[in-house]
């Protein structure tokens, strides 16, 4: 059985990675040229995705790469005041630890025999078992799996749903090297989450692998068209920036510093998720994890679920080698569950930073009582 994973994303590799180690050989068909064609994103909370890597067997070397030092949490409103500080003790367990992205991905990629990715290989299209790429090539397969993350092609053989945007609008932008450029801005973002929380607004900071501290400047109640009406000049890095501190007029000094020693890549990311609880009639020989299949406002459920999703399923099919359509309902059944219920979480908290008073909201939820 010939078995086509679209995407080389977390829940893709996951996926050839559980087959492997059960002994099923796939192909991973992956749009980007190569592992470090473009940048590979920030930090990603892994929790119950952590079951995912044991079942990869890939747990010890998890641990080696994350950072628990990353679960420190600090929440700030615009004019400064510290709302809530949590430092992560050193014995801590390792419950919520903080990965980079990239990381994460090559020790998938890294876990995969030569030759399992097909780099460079665009899916266009598919049916009656056969694969069109978009360099004119075909492939055969008796399961094509949708990895192919939140604008899946793939999705489309299976339900008409489209991610619509939800109202949020982030500028990503950093600080290279900070600890060495920025002492003082590294200090007072600390190791891990760093939130601010206005209304309307907030900032997130936060420290990557690689020294860079990523900030995202997200604006709530804004439109799919909010960036082309924004003023904020994305060819124009430092005219860019000169806004994004126009833009969070009132707030403390000490944001709008974290801005003005940003280097000069700015990016527009606009938000979108599919509906809560989608669900689709069971195909025989096609099926899709990740983002392809729930995408989720991002509150750190995403990754946990595009992981479990790959897992899941390459045990499934493992223990039904000889039916694989039955293997998919099977999997399908306690994703639809699963999935729903992280995407009714996610929503909700969604709704929290989008309210008024996001911060102090913020702050009960992790107070309680
Ligand atoms: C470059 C990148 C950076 C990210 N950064 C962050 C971040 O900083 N924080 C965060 O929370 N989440 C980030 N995400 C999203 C996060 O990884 C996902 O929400 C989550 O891991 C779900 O994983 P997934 O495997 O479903 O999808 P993804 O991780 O998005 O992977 C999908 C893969 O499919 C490939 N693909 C897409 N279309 C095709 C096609 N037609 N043919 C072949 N391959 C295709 C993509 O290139 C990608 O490698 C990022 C995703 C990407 C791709």
Redesign the pocket.
């Known amino acids: 059985m010939t078995i086509a994973i679209?995407?080389?994303?977390?829940?893709?590799?996951?996926l050839a990675r559980v087959l492997h180690v059960n002994g099923i050989d796939s192909v991973v068909?992956?749009?980007?040229t190569s592992r470090d064609a473009?940048?590979?994103?920030?930090?990603?909370d892994i929790h119950s995705g952590q079951r995912a890597l044991r079942e990869a067997g890939l747990i010890e070397r998890f641990f080696e790469i994350a950072r628990g030092e990353g679960q420190d949490m600090r929440l700030l409103q615009p004019d400064g005041t510290l709302l809530l500080q949590e430092d992560t003790p050193e014995d801590a367990p390792l419950d919520r630890p903080e990965v980079d992205?990239a990381d994460l991905?090559n020790l998938l990629l890294d876990s995969l025999p030569a030759g399992v990715v097909r780099w460079g290989?665009?899916?266009?299209s598919a049916g009656d078992g056969v694969l069109r790429?978009?360099d004119g090539s075909s492939a055969p397969y008796d399961l094509l799996v949708g990895?192919?993350?939140?604008?899946?092609?793939?999705r489309a053989l299976l339900t008409d749903a489209r991610p619509e945007h939800i109202g949020q609008n982030v500028v990503e932008v950093g600080i290279p090297d900070v600890d060495r450029t920025h002492p003082g801005l590294a200090t007072m973002v600390g190791r891990g989450n760093y939130w601010v929380l206005g209304d309307g607004m907030s900032l997130a900071a936060q420290r990557n692998g690689d020294g860079r501290m990523?900030i995202g400047v997200s604006f709530y109640h804004t439109g799919e068209d909010w960036f082309a009406t924004s003023a904020i000049p994305f060819d124009d890095p430092a005219a860019a920036r000169a806004r994004l501190i126009e833009l969070l007029s009132g707030w403390d000094s000490r944001f709008t510093a974290l801005i003005e020693a940003c280097d000069d890549t700015v990016v527009p990311r606009s938000i979108f998720t599919l509906p809560i609880g989608l669900t689709w009639a069971s195909k025989p020989d096609v099926t899709l994890?990740?983002?392809?299949?729930h995408?989720?406002p991002?509150v750190?459920e995403?990754?946990n679920?595009?992981?479990l999703?790959?897992a899941l399923l390459g045990l499934a099919l493992a223990a039904r080698p000889g039916d694989f359509p039955a293997a998919i309902e099977e999997y399908e059944r306690e994703m639809f569950d699963r999935t729903g219920a992280a995407a009714r979480m996610s929503a909700d908290m969604q709704e929290l930073l989008m309210s008024p008073d996001a911060a102090q909201k913020l702050l009960a939820f992790f107070q309680p009582g």
């Open positions: 679209v995407g080389a994303g977390l829940g893709g590799l996951a068909y992956e749009r980007e473009r940048g590979q994103g920030g930090m990603l992205r991905r290989r665009a899916f266009e790429l978009a990895a192919d993350g939140a604008h899946s092609r793939v990523r994890v990740g983002d392809a299949a995408l989720m991002p750190g995403g990754a679920m595009a992981l999703d790959g």
